[in-house]
């Protein structure tokens, strides 16, 4: 998983990659990238290196064990899905996990999002 601010800047701690990475703030959407999540409501294309298609129903993320506020989920690019969340508003600062759960199926662990208002 990665993810980014919604002006496409990483989010990440400013150490990670000084001067392009900042941490996202409680209550801040932001977009998250990652690949695996199944069939969409548009049928892949084989061969194409185009590809759309909503989830449905929306995974469930949870950053820091708090459920997150998924207002997309979908496919965008060959195997590529993006997934605009709003981070939790109770979440306080440092690194959080995050996870997410679709169709029963657990993303991996390990997985943080940096947060800092």
Same mark, same amino acid.
């Given at each position: 998983m990665i993810a980014t601010h919604l002006n496409g800047s990483l989010v990440g701690p400013p150490t990670l990659y000084p001067g392009a990475s900042t941490p996202a703030q409680p209550g801040e959407e932001v977009v998250i990238y990652a690949n695996g999540f199944g069939p969409t409501s548009v049928q892949v294309i084989s061969g194409s290196i185009t590809q759309s298609g909503a989830l449905s129903p929306l995974p469930v993320i949870q950053m820091g064990g708090v459920n997150a506020t998924v207002l997309f989920a979908g496919l965008v690019a060959p195997g590529e899905f993006q997934f605009n969340v709003t981070i939790p508003a109770s979440l306080?600062? /440092?690194?959080? !996990?995050?996870?997410? +759960?679709?169709? /029963?199926?657990? !993303?991996?662990?390990? +997985?943080?999002?940096?947060?800092?208002?």
């Open positions: 306080g600062n /440092g690194d959080q !996990t995050i996870a997410a +759960t679709y169709g /029963g199926v657990l !993303t991996q662990s390990g +997985t943080m999002v940096t947060i800092h208002n």
